[in-house]
């Protein structure tokens, strides 16, 4: 008999791994329980960038020394979001328990496109919930996807399905009438670039006038539907928004519901980070119509405070949702029982087929937190924003530029007289001081042709004393830079 030397991907000693791997855990422990000695960024150095950008490795190497390399060289860099003075762009921090999830999501690792298995039915639990979070009835069908985006695209797919007559999965766009979309000049810019991949080209997108408050102005929208109309385009949807990316403006939803229900047009609602502001009782009224929408994104690593990557796509007509997506493979007739005893009911819900168990750690987070725990950090959040946008409000030196709905708030440092340009090249000079000093992460912005800081609180991690930390060093860095520039 031939002796067969056979291998695979397993470690030859589990007790050795084993340890290994609770030293790994260890450390990420450490490292969640640490963030906030060190600062929210730093750069890479140069001896852990070698350490990082070495040459295919074609030999084993030792896991013991892999992992050491990813403490040394790894951990220590990352974007600075699980930190709690970082509240630049819109980020989420990670939990511990979602970190578990994730890992324990991957020690199963089950294949999400549908099949009877535990993993579909954890999935399908975190949807049904989300949609009763959302005001959603129980026909809603929804999805996690990899964040906003996806999520987004998949709610305007549908829309391009359902609002047109013609056989757009089969003959395309080609030889139809031009769709249209509209949103606001604070729509983010996924609404282009998801017009664009749709096929639809940038131009469908339509942006309209916002109010002082930074919502859509309705009427604006009226006014360009009956113009495409007249031209013979053919208006589809109207985006709303729920926390705009620069103010956290919320678009009056009810009113929007009412327009898309006049002029027969599907209603999405972008809510990447404020539709989660329905988990907290206080703000929930601002979210008014929400429940009314036909679909709804939003991000669970944002508001959620879950690590990366999820979000969530929810659709009022679940018949509506799975006609855009399905594919033939689906009308074969399933027999019913077994591992796949129906159709592949994730994969005909949005565009991938092959799906990892994101569901894993949005359930472990909610069974461990409870919604109302996390709707009560977002309160916090929103509060902080006003504690900010109050200690602004004090400083003789320091500029509110924007009105705060949310938990978003734009500012800059001021010194008198100064003209525009050199305002906005000392508070350049500000944000990068309190980036690479270690400090904060605002990001920024421009409004009214102003350059802002911007300060997005999406954060558990924040406390009140962080939000003094920020305010003492733009005042610092303002005047000791005033003097240099
Ligand atoms: C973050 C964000 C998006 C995009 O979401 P991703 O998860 O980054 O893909 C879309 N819209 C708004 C308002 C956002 O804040």
Redesign the pocket.
């Known amino acids: 008999m031939n002796e067969r030397s056979e291998i695979n991907l397993d470690p030859e000693d589990w007790d050795a791994f084993s340890q290994q791997a609770h030293e790994a855990l260890d450390t990420a422990i450490d490292h969640m329980r640490t963030v906030a000695d060190g600062p929210p960024w730093r750069p890479l150095p140069a001896d852990a960038r070698r350490d990082i950008e070495g040459p295919l490795p074609r030999e084993e190497g030792d896991l013991g020394e892999v992992l050491a390399r990813v403490k040394r060289s790894i951990l220590p860099y990352p974007t600075g979001n699980a930190h709690p003075r970082f509240w630049g762009?819109?980020m989420g921090n990670g939990t511990p328990e979602g970190m578990l999830g994730d890992m324990l999501a991957s020690a199963m690792n089950p294949h999400l496109a549908g099949y009877d298995q535990s993993a579909s039915a954890v999935e399908r639990r975190v949807i049904a919930w989300m949609a009763e979070v959302m005001g959603f009835p129980d026909t809603a069908s929804g999805l996690l996807v990899?964040?906003?985006?996806?999520?987004?695209l998949t709610g305007l797919a549908v829309a391009r399905q359902a609002k047109t007559d013609f056989d757009l999965r089969e003959q395309g766009l080609a030889g139809g009438p031009r769709l249209r979309v509209y949103g606001s000049v604070e729509?983010?810019?996924?609404a282009e670039k998801c017009c664009d991949v749709l096929g639809l080209g940038r131009v469908a997108f339509r942006r309209v006038a916002a109010d002082r408050e930074g919502r859509v102005v309705p009427q604006a929208i009226r006014a360009a539907v009956a113009e495409d109309r007249r031209r013979g385009d053919l208006p589809i949807c109207v985006i709303a928004?729920?926390?705009?990316?620069d103010t956290g403006a919320i678009d009056d939803l009810d009113t929007l519901a009412d327009l898309c229900r006049d002029e027969d047009l599907w209603l999405h609602v972008?809510?990447?980070?404020?539709a989660l502001a329905a988990l907290a009782p206080s703000l929930r009224h601002k979210l008014r119509g929400l429940e009314r929408c036909d679909s709804v994104?939003f991000?669970l690593?944002?508001w959620g405070y879950l690590p990366?990557?999820v979000?969530c796509a929810l659709v009022r007509d679940g018949e509506a949702h799975r006609s855009t997506f399905r594919t033939r493979a689906s009308y074969l007739q399933p027999p019913g029982r077994g591992l796949q005893p129906d159709v592949l009911e994730f994969a005909d819900l949005g565009v991938q087929l092959s799906r990892g168990f994101r569901a894993l750690k949005v359930w472990i987070s909610l069974e461990t937190h409870g919604v109302d725990k996390i709707g009560r950090v977002i309160e916090q959040n929103v509060d902080q924003a006003r504690v900010l946008a109050a200690r602004i409000e004090a400083e003789g030196s320091l500029e509110l530029l924007a009105p705060v709905p949310l938990n978003v708030v734009c500012f800059r440092y001021v010194e008198p007289g100064w003209p525009e340009e050199r305002l906005e090249s000392l508070n350049r000079e500000i944000l990068l001081a309190l980036q690479e000093d270690g400090v904060a992460i605002p990001s920024s912005t421009v409004r009214d042709s102003r350059f802002a800081l911007r300060v997005?609180i999406t954060n558990h991690r924040t406390r009140y004393t962080d939000i003094d930390v920020l305010v003492d060093a733009v005042l610092d860095r303002g005047r000791r830079l005033a003097t240099t520039l």
């Not at 729509?187 to 996924?190: E, I, L, M, R, V």
């Open positions: 762009w819109v990899s964040g906003g985006t996806m999520a987004n729509t983010h810019s996924w928004t729920a926390g705009t990316v972008d809510g990447a980070f404020g994104a991000d690593h944002k990366y990557e979000g997005a």
